[in-house]
């Protein structure tokens, strides 16, 4: 395979996604849209890396909320009672999510698939318990109230609205990147030759449980870069960023993306935070509006948005089976 | 936390026989909602993670059928038999569809029905707390058993609970019925081969295992206030009943729900903030020692 050429192209995307979104601004002055694509930036983020589980290791995890709100809720407690700078907050906020990675991790990838689905839940319903009891530490169900400061640092100035979009946006591209670049790299097929074959690939000499670990502390790091996005857009973190809602939201935003293609979970979450918005303006039911979304998706049509178009092209249908096929 | 208090309870013969009481009804109640759970993991290979909806399913139909009927007695068989109906509508009609499908799918077949039902109480029952109050036929003295207080209710959810575990044992165990369900959990191609309808039992087990749920929410109704979300914490004890007690194993469910209800109602004094951390703590050691459960089989 010729990588470079590969890299190259993801590259030039990345710099075009770039250039477009901050150029936005300067063509439509609308906050909503703006607000919009912060709020894009983290939910792509997470639905993405909740995907390098899923999509492209077989795992499904219930509970990645976990890492969303441990994110959000351990930046906004360096920001605010150890009154570090944003950078360090927020590298201190990822480690953070490393760390649970690695010890919910260590105890979850080695079972079986449902197993796994219910223990990654109930580890993000133990968080959530967490955060609604420590009251002193995280405010109860009230939340990290008193707004999270946002100190200049690098001539940067996130309490500025245009300088938190642009912060945002290159997070959110440059962590995409970065999951694609690894999702295409040597692990990254590693990980799908996991999924597709555990046996086959122990007899490789492949450390199967290591690898799926890897890949869970991978998620995780970036679950915790969406909820530092998410806390910086909110100006705090509320105790639902954990709550098994949104680690199911996530699992539909990646079906209805579509699996088979790596934007496909931000294309989800793209559409998800549209009908989001459209239906808590009509009604109070948004639960009985979504579940019902999610039937049709999952029992009806089978696939998201992104399977589709991927069969009105063809031709990259056609790469995708020889993918397939390869790995 | 303060484990002295803890201490000076279990020096204490009264205080012993209250936390004991109060465990043992809310093992009586978790094991109802783990037994369905797990019977239908055991037979039909998912796990229902809408398991706790159906619990406050029936704990609202419970509510409903009491203040119509005024009978207690009425509610309790309402509410299982609504849920176990409810239950096969929603196999027959959903879950049958993501047998074969991977866990995603089961996943948010499930995940949509939480959601659907949570609305659906809102809206048919409020969104606020309701609480059925208890009957006037329980409205009696407590018993005062060696100090401890005991409610009379509680006597009555603890036989009733039992009465039940009893009859699932004898009827898994020592009918037709029974070994057949077993038959088709251990090997359902084999069953169907034989003759015997397998779709049918699927249904069955599954409507056993909602009416279950059904009736430990209409039993939990006099001592619970409820309100829509309420299934979901169920769900989740629930679930580390079942990985203590092994996944499918209903004896197991039995012993997880009775030691879970000990672990909530001593932890509670002792360690008050830490109960759940309390129960996270036993599942991860069983999972360390024993991944199959204590007494499930070894996966």
């Known amino acids: ?327 | 936390m303060n484990p002295q208090e803890l201490f000076e309870c279990v020096t204490s013969l009264s205080c012993i026989v209250t936390q004991t009481s109060t465990g043992l009804i809310v093992g009586a109640l978790l094991f109802l909602v783990a037994a369905g759970l797990t019977l239908i993991f055991g037979v039909l290979g998912v796990i229902n993670f809408a398991h706790g909806s159906l619990y406050m399913l029936g704990a609202y139909i419970g509510l409903t059928a009491y203040h119509t009927t005024g009978s207690y007695l009425l509610a309790v068989v309402g509410a299982g038999v609504g849920v176990a109906l409810f239950s096969v509508v929603f196999e027959r009609l959903f879950m049958r569809r993501v047998y074969n499908a991977d866990v995603l799918m089961q996943l948010l077949v499930c995940y949509a029905f939480i959601l659907i039902l949570d609305d659906v109480v809102k809206l048919v029952w409020g969104a606020e707390f309701r609480s059925m109050g208890m009957p006037p036929a329980f409205q009696v003295p407590p018993l005062f058993i060696g100090g401890g207080i005991v409610p009379v209710f509680y006597l009555v959810l603890m036989g009733a609970a039992s009465l039940i575990a009893l009859a699932l044992w004898y009827v898994l165990k020592h009918t037709r019925t029974g070994k057949v369900v077993r038959a088709a959990a251990h090997n359902p191609v084999m069953t169907s081969a034989l003759g015997i309808n397998t779709h049918l039992i699927y249904a069955g087990v599954f409507a056993c295992g909602g009416m279950l749920a059904g009736i430990a929410g209409a039993l939990a109704g006099p001592v619970r206030s409820m309100s829509p979300g309420m299934g979901f914490s169920i769900l989740i004890e629930s679930f580390i009943v079942t990985v203590i007690g092994g996944m499918g194993s209903v004896s197991g469910a039995l012993v997880g729900a009775l030691l879970i209800g000990m672990i909530r109602s001593f932890g509670s004094i002792g360690f008050p903030d830490f109960v759940e951390g309390l129960m996270f703590l036993a599942m991860g050691l069983i999972l360390v020692l024993r991944p199959g459960g204590l007494m499930g089989r070894s996966h």
Request: proline residues 2%; contains cysteine.
């Open chain 1, 1 to 327: 395979m010729n990588e470079t050429r590969n890299y190259s192209k993801e590259l030039g995307l990345a710099v075009l996604v770039m250039v477009i979104l901050i150029a936005i601004p300067y063509l439509t002055s609308s906050q909503v849209l703006s607000d919009y694509i912060i709020r894009l930036a983290a939910f792509g983020i997470f639905a993405t890396s909740l995907n390098i589980l899923i999509g492209y290791g077989g795992m499904v995890s219930f509970g990645h909320a976990m890492f969303f709100g441990g994110g959000a809720y351990a930046f906004g407690l360096l920001m605010q009672k150890a009154g570090t700078s944003i950078p360090v907050a927020a590298v201190g906020a990822i480690l953070f999510c490393v760390l649970l990675a690695l010890v919910v991790g260590a105890i979850c990838v080695r079972l079986k698939e449902i197993y796994f689905s219910f223990l990654t839940l109930a580890f993000a319903m133990l968080l959530y318990s967490i955060i609604l009891s420590w009251m002193s530490l995280t405010g109860g169900d009230q939340g990290l109230m008193g707004g999270i400061p946002r100190p200049v640092f690098l001539g940067i100035d996130l309490s500025n609205g245009h300088h938190l979009y642009v912060f945002s946006c290159v997070l959110g591209v440059l962590s995409l990147l970065l999951m694609r670049l690894l999702m295409q790299s040597p692990f990254g097929y590693t990980l799908r030759m996991v999924r597709d074959n555990a046996e086959r690939a122990r007899f490789l000499g492949i450390d199967v449980w290591r690898t799926k670990l890897y890949a869970f502390i991978l998620a995780g790091a970036f679950g915790g870069v969406a909820g530092v996005i998410m806390a910086l857009f909110m100006s705090g973190a509320y105790p639902e960023f954990t709550y098994w809602t949104m680690s199911g939201e996530a699992i539909f935003m990646i079906l209805l993306g579509g699996l088979h293609i790596f934007i496909g979970p931000v294309l989800g979450a793209a559409l998800l935070l549209v009908f989001n918005d459209l239906v808590t303006r009509y009604t109070d039911l948004h639960g009985l509006a979504l579940g019902i979304i999610v039937l049709i998706f999952a029992l009806g049509f089978k696939r998201g948005v992104g399977d589709f178009a991927l069969r009105l092209f063809p031709k990259h249908r056609k790469k995708q089976s020889i993918e397939k096929v390869t790995t």
